[in-house]
Structure formats: C-alpha cells, structure tokens
C-alpha cells in the first residue's frame, strides 16, 4: 500500500468545492429522506456550532450564527462535496440549554433531536462542542449517553467527536494547557479521545477535524497527491 504523504499545504480532499442548504426540520415528520451519510453538531446554545459548520464547509454565512443564545430553533441539513468528490450531509442541531425556552417547548425539542439522534440510519458521527474555557458538563454526558444508548443494530455505532470551541480567546500560552485539562475531564476520557481545539475566527483545528470525521465516515483521509501507481502485480 502506498504511504500517506503529510503536506501542510491544501491537500485533495479537504477543499470543499460545493455548499449549499437541504431542508430544515421541527418536527420528526419533516426529516428529508435519508441520502448521504451525515455527521450531526450539537453543544449547548451559543457554543459555536453553527460557525463551525461554516468554517468546516469554508463558506461564510451559509449557516445562520447569532450572539444571541439560542439562534438556531431547527434541524438543519447542509450538502457538502470536497474536491474528491466525496459528498456529505453535516447536520445543524438546536442548542440545548437554553433557559428562555418554555418547558413544553424544550420537552418537545428533546424529543424531535432524540429521534434523529437515535432513528437516522445515515448517522455516522456526532461532534460535541464545548467553549474550550467551560468544558463538558453534565447536558453534554446526558446527551453521549443518549447517542451511545441505541438498541438499533443495523446501524453503525455513532463515532462521538469531541471539540472545543472559541480557543481564540485563550492566550497563546494558555492554549494547550486549557486542551490539555479538557483532555484529562470525564468525559474524553470515557470515550479515550482527545479534544479537538478550534477555532472559526483564526482558523484553528479545520483541518484535523475534518480529517477525524472523514474517517468516521468511512472515507479515504486526504492526502498530499492521487494515491501513485504500486508495483506491477506478478505476473
Ligand atoms: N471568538 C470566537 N467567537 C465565536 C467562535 N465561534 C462562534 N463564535 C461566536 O459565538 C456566538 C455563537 O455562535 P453560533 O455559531 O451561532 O453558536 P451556536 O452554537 O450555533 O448557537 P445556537 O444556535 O444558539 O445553539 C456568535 O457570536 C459567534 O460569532 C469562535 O471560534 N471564536
Ligand atoms: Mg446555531
């Protein structure tokens, strides 16, 4: 097999040459047909999913962020195709937490965001964000638990990526000392991963996660240059 060659320049696979919006969802009756495999974003409200998502597909304003907690009040689906092209669905999930909601509201919520977490057979991974300075609490366990708790066998297990959002507004120095202690928390340390530091204002961490969650979906990692031609097989 030939070996995967590191380049710190672009390299094929992770320029996402098309974006665009496919549905959105308040209710389970809404869900667009499952097509692609999809990758699915969740945290509390005003952690910064919503620009990663941005960030991740390299587009600005395609999905909708807010300083206001609590700004994305749908499931939304989003199509991305890199320059392989590889094709996937990532999945904009409401924020949980989010005191101002009503109770109905939230109770009706926890259960259209169950169902998709449980009930899409396209589900390949969940990237869970944190604020880098906050880390993981206890919505963010319950919600791991509900993802890790499904009984459908016929699906995959979902892969549970970990990140940790807004690094930009640590120091320099407190950086990888702040990831390093969210690495040593529960909840990485459960599912014996690291946390991914990123970063949507100074860029950090595209590139790592979006290599994390290709291999999640089952796909081939980028590398620097189309796979060169092996020995000829004997004759
Ligand atoms: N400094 C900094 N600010 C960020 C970063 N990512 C997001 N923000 C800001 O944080 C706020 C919330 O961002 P969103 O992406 O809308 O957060 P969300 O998690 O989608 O929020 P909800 O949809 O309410 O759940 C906005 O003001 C963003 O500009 C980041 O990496 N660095
Ligand atoms: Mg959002």
Known sequence: MAARVESPAATRGERIVQASFLAGATTIEQFPPPMLLEVAFAGRSNVGKSSLMNALMQRKGLVRTSGTPGCTRQISWFHAKSDDGAEVCLTDLPGYGYAKRSKGERKGW???????????????????????RRGFEEDDRDLVELVQSQADTSRPAVEVVLVGTKVDKLSRSAR??????????????????????????????????????????????PSAEPTPAGPAPAP
Not at 184 to 206: C, H, K, M, Y
């Open 110 to 132: 926890a259960r259209v965001i169950e169902g998709y977490l449980l009930g899409r057979p396209t589900l390949r991974a969940v990237v869970l964000l944190t604020d880098a």
């Open 176 to 221: 990888k000392p702040a990831l390093a202690t969210l690495d040593q928390s529960e909840l990485p340390r459960a599912l014996g991963t690291r946390v991914i530091g990123f970063s949507a204002v100074e860029d950090i961490g595209r590139r790592e996660l979006w290599k994390t969650l290709r291999g999640a979906l089952g796909l081939t990692v």
